[in-house]
Nanobody
């Protein structure tokens, strides 16, 4: 099992930046893939970015070039750097881990992009 705790959400103006962090209760080196999803009000949860243990990454089309998923020096933490934020990026952002074929989720962190 693995527990995931997100942090870094908040209110930001359009065009601004935020960095979300996801702290895992065990080394992410043994986790097949970690990802960020988001869910906006009234919408389905969608993939934002995904990173495998080998370092391969993929992004949703609307986030490509604006968002970056990576790992901190702390081996247990994955971050999501979000730049040029838009009002439509407003959502609860969830950290996800795929460990031995099982899905694990954090409780989410709210990002609000508004002037």
């Amino acid at each position: 099992q693995v527990q995931l705790v997100e942090s870094g959400g908040g209110l930001v103006q359009p065009g601004g930046s935020l960095r979300l962090s996801c702290a895992a209760s065990r080394s992410i080196d043994i986790i097949y893939a970690m990802a960020w999803y988001r869910q906006a009000p009234g919408k389905q949860r969608e993939l934002v970015a995904r990173r495998t243990a080998g370092g391969s990454t993929n992004y949703a089309d609307s986030m490509e070039g604006r968002f970056t998923i990576g790992r901190n020096n702390d081996a247990n933490t994955v971050y999501l750097q979000m730049n040029t934020l838009k009002p439509e990026d407003t959502a609860v952002y969830y950290c996800h881990a795929d460990l031995h074929g099982m899905d694990y989720w954090g409780k989410g962190t709210l990002v609000t992009v508004s002037s």
